[in-house]
């Protein structure tokens, strides 16, 4: 590729949007509070687009028309909180799906249920 100003435009852009939109993004640095981590957890979309010309001129300078534009979403989804090793996914979406809910709800019905049946052992 030659080096022309489309290329260092695009180049330039691209850093400065890896520099936002990086793994520690998506899942966050955990958080410990109280004997309690909470480790956030989101969506990133990034959108680019770039453009450009090289003008033919009489001339002994170059001229060089152009543009980039790019933009980041960071959307938060959910939170894993971990507390005494029980971890939990608590989810930000008040419209999950109902299949996303269910499955979220598991450990809290098989919890209750081996809770259930150790109690009725003990009473026996």
Not at 23 to 34: M, Q, R, S, W, Y
Not at 108 to 117: G, R
């Given at each position: ?54 003008l ?47 499955i979220?709800m ?19």
């Amino acid at each position: 590729m030659s080096d022309n100003g489309l290329e260092k435009l695009v180049e330039t852009a691209m850093q400065k949007i890896h520099e936002l939109a990086d793994c520690e993004t998506v899942v966050g640095k955990p958080i410990i509070a109280d004997g309690t981590t909470i480790i956030p957890i989101s969506k990133v979309s990034v959108g680019f687009t770039s453009g450009g010309s090289d003008l033919p001129t009489k001339g002994s300078k170059d001229l060089f028309g152009g543009g980039t534009a790019g933009g980041v979403t960071l959307q938060p989804l959910a939170f894993i909180t971990i507390t005494n090793g029980e971890v939990k996914l608590l989810q930000m979406s008040v419209n999950a799906s109902k299949e996303n809910a269910l499955i979220n709800m598991i450990p809290d019905v098989v919890d209750k249920i081996t809770d259930f049946i150790n109690n009725r052992k003990t009473d026996e």
